[in-house]
């Protein structure tokens, strides 16, 4: 069974840094590329990041660009998010989700994590 | 980026009856979108894959159609555990961007 598990998140002031990790197992990790999706309470979904199966092209929604750094360790099957100069509007449930493709630009996501809580506040 | 409209943003509805939801693309996006059910608590599920082709493990009472900018998600016989938000998707372009979502209530 495919399964995917975020961690990392954590009530923070703004302008500080936090790392979320999603550990996967169940399927070939190092074949298919991964997303990051955030969704704010109540709101709708927001695209983060998406990072190819190799690590080597990654892609940022425009509101994250310059900030947040996705990326991804084979070995260990995991996907990683550094968030810096966090602000209040990036509180949200962070979802991983994996691509259907190796590469990130052109797929569905399928399945996704349960989700992991980013609270931005001093 | 493109844009996606979904209409209508909430409906309720009778078990055993049948919706149709659209999503409108600000662009022609071929067959690229895709369609996920989120119930309370939980986090989004694949529900349609480019725009019309089923999902294994999805009802067959759940289908996708169109192409190009309008699309739709038809539920028939609509069942309790139907009340969700329900997205569409579109990765023919980069961002990927999600409608606003529709939110369907079971009376």
Sequence with gaps: EVQLVESGGALVPPGSS????????????????MHWVRQAPGEGLEWVSGINWNGGTTGYADSVKGRFTVSRDNAKNSLYLQMNNLRSEDTAFYYCAKDISSDFWSGWFDPWGQGTLVTVSS | ????????????????????????????????????????????????????????????????????????LTIRSLEPEDAAVYYCHQSGILPHTFGQGTKLEIK
């Design chain 1, 18 to 33: 936090l790392r979320l990790s999603c550990a996967a197992s169940g399927f070939s990790f190092d074949e298919y590329a």
């Design chain 2, 1 to 72: 980026e493109i844009v996606l409209t979904q209409s209508p943003d909430f409906q309720s509805v009778t078990p055993k009856a049948t919706i149709t939801i659209t999503c409108r693309a600000s662009q022609n996006i071929g067959n690229a979108l895709h369609w996920y059910q989120q119930n309370p608590g939980q986090s989004p599920k694949l529900l349609v894959k480019f725009a019309s082709q089923s999902i294994s493990g999805v009802p067959s009472r759940f289908s996708g159609g169109g192409s190009g900018t309008d699309f739709t």
